[in-house]
């Protein structure tokens, strides 16, 4: 959809082409009269914006506005026209993670590098105190004039009420890429490793082509992300080393506790494979969250190791009648 229109926002903000339109929702493409630069124009109607979501999104506004880097790309102005609400982003020109993913998969190369440049951000966005939750390929531009460049967006925006086929499929795909905890299936607070485990989604499909966990419907996906170990990515993508396989699976356990806590401490480790792969460097040595950080003790969790806590139990039970046997524990 490419239709030509010629509306100003706020008296700055010159919308110029439909780029996208839902039951509730506009993007266009626009641009900054005061300074003539690119952007993007989304508006909701107002009386599907809370106060309380207004002043939040005022607030995650003017902290992310102090992130100063080239790979970001937060909403910078926020405000009413007539009777809806917009949000205005800068313009980048290139292709979305989700579009590239769809030719092949990323080379090892390539995924560690973008996974580096995300974390960069993330690290920050989490330091200032907010999440992101909304971690996915279509939130990764590959700007069109240097592919090595990426842009990670900030697209947290309130849902339209009456789900069209463009908001069914955008929640579709998001359940794709939400922790467990996100979706509601646990009854944990959220907090930033539940960032972490959609960066380990993200990671996942840009090695493997495609995410962890599919379906058709947004129940099945979320009941995989509760229930159901993650394929073996050495499999899908033999190329992929065991520090980064290992690296991943932590970001994809059930249990919070169980993941990497700290952005920062899953950044190092990721430079750390990215560093020695590009010394040639194709099995680095790592143990995974080495320099990771908990904030409170926590319990053992067993959540989605089903299989493993009954062949433990069977090999109890085989001992008490004196049939012996070894079960090799694994622990970090």
């Given at each position: 959809?490419d239709?030509?229109?010629?509306?100003?926002?706020?008296?700055?903000?010159?919308?110029?082409?439909?780029?996208?339109?839902?039951?509730?929702?506009?993007?266009?493409?626009?641009?900054?009269?005061?300074?003539?630069?690119?952007?993007?124009?989304?508006?909701?109607?107002?009386?599907?914006?809370?106060?309380?979501?207004?002043?939040?999104?005022?607030?995650?506004m003017?902290?992310?506005?102090?992130?100063?880097?080239?790979?970001?790309?937060?909403?910078?102005?926020?405000?009413?026209?007539?009777?809806?609400?917009?949000?205005?982003?800068?313009?980048?020109?290139?292709?979305?993670?989700?579009?590239?993913?769809?030719?092949?998969?990323?080379?090892?190369?390539?995924?560690?590098?973008?996974?580096?440049?995300?974390?960069?951000?993330?690290?920050?966005?989490?330091?200032?105190g907010?999440?992101?939750?909304?971690?996915?390929?279509?939130?990764?531009?590959?700007?069109?004039?240097?592919?090595?460049?990426?842009?990670?967006?900030?697209?947290?925006?309130?849902?339209?009420?009456?789900?069209?086929?463009?908001?069914i499929?955008?929640?579709?795909v998001s359940?794709?890429?939400?922790?467990?905890?996100?979706?509601?299936?646990?009854?944990?607070?959220?907090?930033?490793s539940?960032?972490?485990?959609?960066?380990?989604?993200?990671?996942?499909?840009?090695?493997?082509?495609?995410?962890?966990?599919?379906?058709?419907m947004?129940?099945?996906?979320?009941?995989?992300?509760?229930?159901?170990?993650?394929?073996?990515?050495?499999?899908?993508?033999?190329?992929?080393?065991?520090?980064?396989?290992?690296?991943?699976?932590?970001?994809?356990?059930?249990?919070?506790?169980?993941?990497?806590?700290?952005?920062?401490?899953?950044?190092?480790?990721l430079?750390?494979?990215?560093?020695?792969?590009?010394?040639?460097?194709?099995?680095?040595?790592?143990?995974?969250?080495?320099f990771?950080?908990?904030?409170?003790?926590?319990?053992?969790?067993?959540?989605?190791?089903?299989?493993?806590?009954?062949?433990?139990?069977?090999?109890?039970?085989?001992?008490?009648?004196?049939?012996?046997?070894?079960?090799?524990?694994?622990?970090?």
């Open positions: 959809m239709e030509p229109v010629l509306t100003t926002f706020g008296g700055r903000f010159q919308a110029l082409r439909l780029i996208q339109k839902g039951n509730e929702t506009e993007t266009y493409l626009g641009r900054d009269l005061s300074n003539n630069s690119d952007i993007i124009i989304r508006t909701i109607p107002e009386e599907m914006v809370s106060k309380i979501t207004l002043k939040r999104l005022n607030h995650r003017s902290v992310l506005h102090s992130i100063q880097f080239s790979q970001f790309a937060p909403v910078f102005h926020i405000d009413r026209h007539e009777n809806k609400i917009f949000l205005v982003r800068p313009f980048v020109d290139g292709t979305s993670l989700e579009q590239r993913l769809r030719e092949k998969p990323l080379t090892v190369e390539e995924a560690l590098h973008l996974g580096c440049s995300v974390l960069e951000v993330l690290q920050e966005i989490h330091r200032l907010l999440l992101h939750q909304n971690i996915s390929p279509r939130n990764i531009l590959i700007c069109k004039e240097n592919p090595n460049n990426v842009v990670f967006l900030d697209n947290w925006f309130p849902s339209p009420i009456k789900l069209d086929d463009v908001a499929q955008h929640t579709l359940a794709k890429h939400m922790s467990p905890e996100q979706a509601g299936l646990l009854t944990v607070d959220i907090d930033q539940s960032d972490l485990y959609s960066f380990g989604i993200l990671m996942f499909e840009c090695l493997a082509g495609r995410p962890p966990f599919e379906g058709k947004i129940g099945d996906v979320l009941k995989q992300h509760l229930t159901t170990r993650p394929p073996d990515l050495k499999k899908l993508n033999p190329l992929v080393p065991h520090s980064l396989n290992k690296v991943i699976q932590r970001c994809l356990r059930k249990e919070p506790g169980d993941r990497y806590q700290k952005a920062q401490a899953l950044f190092m480790d430079r750390t494979i990215r560093d020695a792969y590009r010394r040639g460097v194709k099995e680095p040595i790592l143990i995974p969250g080495l990771d950080q908990r904030q409170t003790l926590t319990e053992p969790a067993f959540i989605g190791r089903d299989s493993e806590m009954f062949l433990l139990k069977t090999q109890l039970e085989q001992t008490k009648k004196n049939l012996g046997g070894i079960v090799l524990l694994e622990s970090e």
